[in-house]
């Protein structure tokens, strides 16, 4: 475990560990399609760490797990507190989501969580300059794509799914899909 030398990262998390606490913040904060979704009585503390890179541990301030209403998933709740915000904050925000759904499927879960992080800033000054969704980092006009493939950003594509004749008519490429 990490330690906390920090007043305000002590007392974050002190307070976050506190169900009663992290479930108000969480219902205030979070999406209300997302609060609609969880059965808020089945919310527990769990396991603050996720799976980074080479299976390297990361560590979230506090992390809940609780129960969907209607569907098989659980629903993971990351709450991490930042005095300082950086250019990359939201790229390491999306590290400890795909880090958490890493564990997860790394656990032999047949479905993974629903997975949800709630920043909670108090740095210095108001003005927040650096990108607030992932979209930022993109221009106006690509934006909205950028944003769809950051959610769907993969085609894989399976040979065996195609015919021999699928293949052979794929102009340029075809050649090349058939040796494999």
Same mark, same amino acid.
Not at 50 to 66: E, F, H, P, S
Not at 104 to 110: D, E, F, I, S, T
């Given at each position: 475990?990490?330690?906390?030398?920090?007043?305000?990262? &002590?007392? +974050?998390?002190?307070?976050?560990?506190?169900?009663?606490?992290?479930?108000?913040?969480?219902?205030?904060?979070?999406?209300?399609?997302?609060?609609?979704?969880?059965?808020?009585?089945?919310?527990?503390?769990?396991?603050?760490?996720?799976?980074?890179?080479?299976?390297?541990?990361?560590?979230?301030?506090? #992390?809940?797990?609780?129960?969907?209403?209607?569907?098989?998933?659980?629903? /993971?709740?990351?709450?991490?507190?930042? &005095?300082?915000?950086?250019?990359?904050?939201?790229?390491?925000?999306?590290?400890?989501?795909? @880090?958490?759904?890493?564990?997860? #499927?790394?656990? @032999?879960?047949?479905?993974?969580?629903?997975?949800?992080?709630?920043?909670? +800033?108090?740095?210095?000054?108001? #003005?927040?300059?650096?990108?607030?969704?992932?979209?930022? +980092?993109?221009?106006?006009?690509?934006?909205?794509?950028?944003?769809?493939?950051?959610?769907?950003?993969?085609?894989? /594509?399976?040979?065996?799914?195609?015919?021999?004749?699928?293949?052979?008519?794929?102009?340029?490429?075809?050649?090349?899909?058939?040796?494999?």
């Amino acid at each position: 475990m990490r330690t906390r030398n920090q007043p305000h990262d &002590r007392i +974050y998390k002190d307070l976050m560990e506190d169900i009663d606490i992290a479930k108000s913040f969480a219902m205030h904060y979070l999406r209300p399609k997302v609060v609609k979704r969880i059965n808020w009585s089945t919310l527990e503390l769990t396991d603050s760490s996720v799976m980074g890179q080479d299976n390297k541990q990361l560590y979230a301030d506090v #992390v809940y797990r609780a129960k969907t209403k209607d569907a098989p998933e659980d629903v /993971i709740i990351l709450l991490n507190h930042e &005095r300082k915000i950086t250019k990359f904050l939201l790229i390491r925000i999306l590290e400890y989501i795909l @880090g958490s759904l890493k564990k997860l #499927v790394k656990q @032999g879960r047949k479905q993974a969580a629903l997975i949800y992080h709630l920043t909670f +800033y108090n740095g210095k000054g108001k #003005v927040h300059t650096h990108p607030r969704s992932l979209g930022d +980092y993109f221009s106006a006009a690509n934006r909205e794509l950028a944003e769809e493939l950051l959610l769907d950003a993969h085609t894989i /594509i399976n040979v065996h799914d195609y015919t021999d004749e699928e293949l052979a008519s794929h102009p340029e490429s075809g050649g090349l899909e058939l040796v494999m």
